[in-house]
């Protein structure tokens, strides 16, 4: 089956620590999201691909950066996490044409201690 | 900027009662609206994506309306199960790739 795939499932990490998030489609989608979410409140973008075009969002801490390799494949990199960045951290894709429609991986919960 | 409210943020309902979900954007130009469910500690399973252009999406025991003019969707969901009990999100593509999120309802359907 299609789909959207988010390694590790948990993460621990330590305080300053730097850690890389992975998300994989296999549905062939030329747009990847990032979002973060933490408890009780709705994900928040942090940044997408265009194809290989990068677009950061305007309030996305420079401690956030990310790679596409190529098509499947996209990293979340955070150079040196704090407290404030333990979320659940979502990747999404989709066509990028009219329809819009994304989909979502399973997440990745970060933890910070 | 769009913003996007979902009220109420938490409902409970016993089982076999019809559920409305309330979604409210303030900007009217947008392309597409979507519905996705989300589990405890769990990523989005999308529902139901309406265009622009649509008034309604039905799916199975779920149905959801779009009224652009007034900024407004609903998510109906018939007949609820136990296995309802979740947070349901709206989300609205404006003329970009962005989604703007609700904060969502969370949904208890009691046994």
């Known amino acids: 089956d299609a789909m959207v795939i988010q390694n590790p499932r948990y993460q621990v990490t330590q305080f300053g620590k730097p850690v890389t998030l992975s998300c994989s489609q296999t549905?062939?989608?030329?747009?990847m999201y990032w979002y973060q979410q933490k408890s009780s409140q709705a994900p928040k973008l942090l940044f997408h691909?265009?194809?290989?075009?990068?677009?950061n969002e305007a309030d996305t801490p420079d401690n956030f950066q990310s790679r596409r390799p190529n098509t499947s494949f996209c990293f979340l990199d955070i150079r040196s996490p704090g407290l404030g960045d333990a979320a659940m951290y979502l990747c999404?894709?989709?066509?990028?044409?009219?329809?819009?429609?994304?989909?979502f991986g399973p997440g990745t919960r970060l933890t910070v201690t | 900027k769009q913003e996007v409210t979902q009220i109420p943020a938490a409902l409970s309902v016993p089982e076999g009662e019809n559920l409305v979900l309330n979604c409210s954007f303030t900007d009217s130009a947008i392309y597409n609206l979507q519905w996705f469910r989300q589990d405890p500690g769990k990523g989005l399973t999308s529902l139901l994506l309406i265009q622009s252009s649509q008034r309604e999406q039905t799916s199975g025991r779920l149905n959801a309306s779009l009224d652009k003019s007034s900024g407004r969707s609903t998510l109906y969901i018939a007949a609820s199960q136990p296995g309802d009990s979740a947070t349901y999100l709206c989300?609205?593509?404006?003329?970009?790739?962005?989604?703007?999120f609700g904060a969502g309802t969370t949904v208890t359907v009691r046994a």
């Open positions: 549905l062939n989608h030329n747009v």
């Open positions: 691909y265009y194809d290989k075009d990068f677009n």
């Open positions: 989300a609205v593509f404006p003329n970009d790739y962005k989604l703007s």
């Open positions: 999404a894709t989709s066509r990028g044409d009219i329809s819009y429609e994304q989909y």
